[in-house]
Every structure is written in C-alpha cells, then in structure tokens.
C-alpha cells in the first residue's frame, strides 16, 4: 500500500466522468490513503453520494449546514487535515471559480483553506477546454501552485473526439503516488533559489533591466517545494504570484541587493539553484533627481557587479548542491563548461536562445543538463514545469551522491 496514512480530500464535480471520480477512489482508498469526499451540487446530478460515502467509509461532504440537525462541515478544517486536494473531475466552471476564489459551495471554500498541493484533472468538451477563458484560468491555477493533471485525447461524451478526456483514473492515481513519493526525498532540506532579472537604477525612472520573466526559477522552487523541501525564493521584479507554504519569496531589485540576501541565506541551506539574469554591470553612480533631456550625448558609466554564484562556488561545503543556468547564443557547449568550472557548479542548465520555444518569456525550455565531468545530457522540448521536475529530480540524485560519501 502506497498511500497509507495521506489524508486526501477528493473533490468531486459535475461533469460525466463524475463515475469515474468512484473507480479512482476507489484505487485511493485500496493503496492506504483517508479520503474526504467533497462533491458540488452538480456532481450529484451525476453520481450519488451514497456510492461515494460507501467507498470511502466516510459520510461525503456537500453542503455547508447538514439540513437534519445543523451541524456543519469546517471547510478550515478539511483544507487544514489534507495532505493533497484532488480535484477530479474538474469542470470548466470549478476552475474559473478556483481561479477567482467564486465560493459558492464547499469544495471552493476548502480549496482557498488548504495549506496543501493541489491537483485538478479537467474534464471538459474539447471546445470548452481551449477557449481562451478556460486556459487563461488553468494558466492561473498553474501560477498559485497547483498540479495540472492534462486531459488525455480521445472520444468524449459530446460524441466529438478532441482533448478534455479525463485522464484515466488509474493514471491520476499514479500521479498521486509519484507526488507523494517524490514529495518525501526533500523533506528536511532547504533550498535557494533565485529568479527573474534585476534592475540597476539609473535615475529615480530609469533602471537597467532584462528580459527574464522569472517563470523557470519559480517553476523550479515550486518543484522543489512539491519534493517537500523549504525554499527560499530571492526573487527579483517579476508579474507571478505564487502561494505555497513551502516557499519564502523574497523580493529584491538590484544584483547588490540579491548578492547580499544569498550570501547569508546558502550557509544555512542545503543548496542553491541560480536562475536570476543577474545584471553584470550597474549605474557606477546613481542620479537622485531625473536625468534631463540634452542636446549632447549622454554617457553612463557602469560597474561590474558581484558575481552572487560564483562566490557561492567558492564557500559551498562538499554537502551543498549548487546549480547554475547558462543562456548563451552561441559557443554554448563551451560557454556553459567554462562557467561550471569557474563558479564551481555541481551542474550547468545550458539553454540556447537559437532553439526555438527556450528562454525568455515563453512556457517552454529546452536544456542541456552539463555535469563536472562534462556529461552533457539533452532534452526535448517540454514546460517550463516538465524542465523544473526533470532539474530537481537531478538534484535529489547529486543530493543523494554527496550523503552517499560522508
Ligand atoms: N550569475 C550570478 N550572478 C551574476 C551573474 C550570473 O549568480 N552576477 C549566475 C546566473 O544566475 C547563472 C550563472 O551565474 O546561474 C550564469 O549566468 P550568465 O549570465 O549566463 O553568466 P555570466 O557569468 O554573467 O557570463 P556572461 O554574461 O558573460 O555570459
């Protein structure tokens, strides 16, 4: 048994893979994990709580007042026992209300109270899933943390073939497993990570900025964080909102002052993943008035900045991890060894900006994981999300490598 002693709430909603919601908790239940069934009105047009309270040995909360003797069901409670909300499966309408905090039924309301991770497996007519709407607000599900299960491809109810299929419930119950499993590796550890650009200021409306958006060092510290480990997040001005209370996020502006915050926080850690497009030079002075308009050429002298990994290379002990990420746009291989062995990196993350759907900005990212002794390991295409678990994977086995040789 898998799943022995998880607690896990099952939000069930109404869609016609409602019966299917049954034969996965069923999976749940035989693995060893407690289950709360939580269904929305419309799921019981579908399925019936009888079936489900049967399943899971537990009476299915629905309605926030018990209409036989008052007694109500703590939303607080229930998002506060969970270990993991299962949301499967999904409606379009669930998750715009989960997206915009709608609670106007239990399963809402134990959404916003959980401190847990959440995974939601949509189930939707094909049409429904890609308008823009529905994908705008998984896009912002994603952005608070929560697990996307994605809809397999196939025949749906509509009798049109496309994707919005419930993923099988034996594949969501994998997912499940493999989120507790992976869960428990970094349990005890405590990561930095830095993320998005930094801005040197020029004048009080003028910095030096670049393009980075931030979405690979905030998908890597959520990543982390699923595995169980803290985090904190030394972020720098970046649009991504996330809520997860095993991350610390940390906001800065300047490479100076994200110098200084990871240079006390990676002694008390066990590792650090460096992701930030740390700005390499700075105003060499600041104007505290605003730089006015001439007729003359304007010059701005700069400065070489820290360089924050680099000096973290240099006081990692031989149990810390240290990553690095190298965007590079030519000579990448080369480029990104060189900067392994200068910052004292344990592995390099080798994006090039000639692949097309990798660096800045975008969803995606391909890499090339380099390691000390320059095995270089290629991956396809895939999410940001995909690229971060694939990362933190590698880092559980270094992690593992280094305890291994005490
Ligand atoms: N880095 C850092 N502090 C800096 C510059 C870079 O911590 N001041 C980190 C980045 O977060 C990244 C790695 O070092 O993990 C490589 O960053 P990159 O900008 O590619 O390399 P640089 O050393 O700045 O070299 P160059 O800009 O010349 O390519």
């Not at 869960?183 to 980075?212: C, M």
């Amino acid at each position: 048994m898998r799943l022995t002693g998880k607690h896990i709430v099952l939000g069930v909603t109404g869609s016609i893979a409602a019966y299917k919601a049954a034969i996965l908790l069923r999976g749940l239940v035989k693995e060893g994990a407690e289950v709360q069934v939580v269904m929305t009105p419309a799921a019981k047009e579908f399925i019936t709580p009888v079936t489900m309270s049967a399943l899971s040995g537990k009476p299915v909360a629905s309605e926030f007042f018990s209409a036989n003797d008052g007694s109500w069901y703590s939303h607080v409670d229930m998002g506060q026992w969970a270990d993991l909300i299962l949301i499967a499966p999904a409606t379009a309408a669930t998750i715009g209300k989960m997206a915009h905090g709608v609670c106007d039924n239990l399963l809402i309301t134990t959404y916003l109270s959980a401190k847990c991770q959440v995974m939601i497996a949509p189930a939707m007519d094909l049409d429904m899933f890609r308008h823009p709407a529905n994908l705008s607000n998984l896009e912002i599900l994603r952005s608070f943390g929560n697990l996307i299960i994605e809809p397999a491809e196939g025949e749906l109810a509509s009798g049109l073939y496309g994707k919005g299929r419930m993923e099988e419930p034996e594949n969501i119950l994998e997912e499940v497993v493999h989120f507790f499993n992976q869960k428990k590796k970094l349990l005890n550890r405590h990561f930095l990570v830095t993320a998005g650009p930094t801005h040197e200021k020029i004048d009080p409306v003028r910095f030096i900025g670049n393009y980075s958006s931030g979405k690979m060092g905030y998908a890597i510290a959520n990543a982390l964080a699923d595995s169980g480990a803290k985090v904190s997040l030394v972020s720098g001005p970046v649009h991504i909102k996330i809520t997860n209370p095993n991350i610390t996020i940390i906001q800065v502006e300047s490479a100076s002052e994200m110098h200084e915050l990871c240079l006390r926080i990676f002694p008390e850690a066990d590792g650090a993943v460096m992701c930030a497009a740390v700005a390499d030079f700075t105003p060499l002075s600041y104007s505290g008035s605003k730089l006015k308009r001439g007729k003359d050429e304007l010059t701005i002298q700069l400065k070489p900045t820290n360089d924050i990994a680099e000096e973290l290379g240099r006081i990692k002990t031989g149990k810390q991890v240290l990553v690095g990420f190298a965007l590079e746009t030519n000579d990448e291989l080369a480029n990104a060894w060189s900067k392994l062995k200068r910052k004292n990196l344990d592995f390099i993350v080798l994006n090039s900006m000639n692949d097309p759907g990798a660096g800045f900005a975008v969803d995606t990212n391909k890499i090339t994981l380099i390691d000390m002794d320059n095995n270089q390991t290629v991956s396809e295409l895939k999410s940001k999300k995909e690229v971060a678990v694939d990362i933190v994977s590698r880092i559980i086995l270094e992690m593992e490598r280094k305890t291994s040789q005490k």
